[in-house]
T-cell receptor, first 110, second 113 residues
Framework: QKEVEQNSGPLSVPEGAIASLNCTYSDRVSQSFFWYRQYSGKSPELIMSIYSNGDKEDGRFTAQLNKASQYVSLLIRDSQPSDSATYLCAVTRAGTALIFGKGTTLSVSS | DAGVIQSPRHEVTEMGQEVTLRCKPISGHNSLFWYRQTMMRGLELLIYFNNNVPIDDSGMPEDRFSAKMPNASFSTLKIQPSEPRDSAVYFC???????????FGQGTRLTVV
């Protein structure tokens, strides 16, 4: 059974701090890795994708992938109250569906 | 681009009734997914289609659930008969087969009383 595990949180950080979100997955042949953000009552929206080992940066967001350890992380620098949401980790291989973790709730206090 | 369109947005029904949820994927997308989200179980894959063909329905919880995709621009998820434990938010998402980004509809919040 393919599984994606995340700490449910809540993860609380002060405004301006770095938020670190983590995810592990069980399917070793997973090829694509995603972070979705979901505000309360809304649908998930993609914020980062990563396909190879290492870091990928996009603005205040950095995704990190370590396939040997089956580990994906998301760093949010200079966290803002508007970043308060649930962050969903998702993995897939070509032609198959995204499998999601249960999500980590992030709360950024001003 | 109108995005993935789901209807209805909210549905309240009585136990035992049939419920039909609808989804129109993004034009040009040929892969469609149905997910169910609850607090306890998170976002679960129910079924997905590639080129209108069901590929994996192992997530469909029971025979009460069925899904169809008669053409590239329309899919339905039906629950018959509905039960209170089916109460959840049901999301439809679409992408290109082999594509990397799945786009989600706004979801249907189903309440079975």
């Amino acid at each position: 059974q393919k599984e994606v595990e995340q700490n449910s949180g809540p993860l609380s950080v002060p405004e301006g701090a770095i938020a670190s979100l983590n995810c592990t997955y069980s399917d070793r042949v997973s090829q694509s890795f995603f972070w979705y953000r979901q505000y309360s009552g809304k649908s998930p929206e993609l914020i980062m994708s990563i396909y190879s080992n290492g870091d990928k940066e996009d603005g205040r967001f950095t995704a990190q992938l370590n396939k040997a350890s089956q580990y994906v992380s998301l760093l949010i620098r200079d966290s803002q109250p508007s970043d308060s949401a649930t962050y969903l980790c998702a993995v897939t291989r070509a032609g198959t569906a995204l499998i999601f973790g249960k999500g980590t709730t992030l709360s950024v206090s001003s | 681009d109108a995005g993935v369109i789901q209807s209805p947005r909210h549905e309240v029904t009585e136990m035992g009734q049939e419920v039909t949820l609808r989804c129109k994927p993004i034009s040009g997308h040929n892969s469609l997914f149905w997910y169910r989200q609850t607090m306890m179980r998170g976002l679960e894959l129910l079924i997905y289609f590639n080129n209108n063909v069901p590929i994996d329905d192992s997530g469909m919880p029971e025979d009460r659930f069925s899904a169809k995709m008669p053409n590239a621009s329309f899919s339905t998820l039906k629950i018959q008969p509905s039960e209170p434990r089916d109460s959840a938010v049901y999301f439809c998402a679409s992408t290109v087969v082999g594509g990397t980004e799945a786009f989600f509809g706004q979801g249907t919040r189903l309440t079975v009383v």
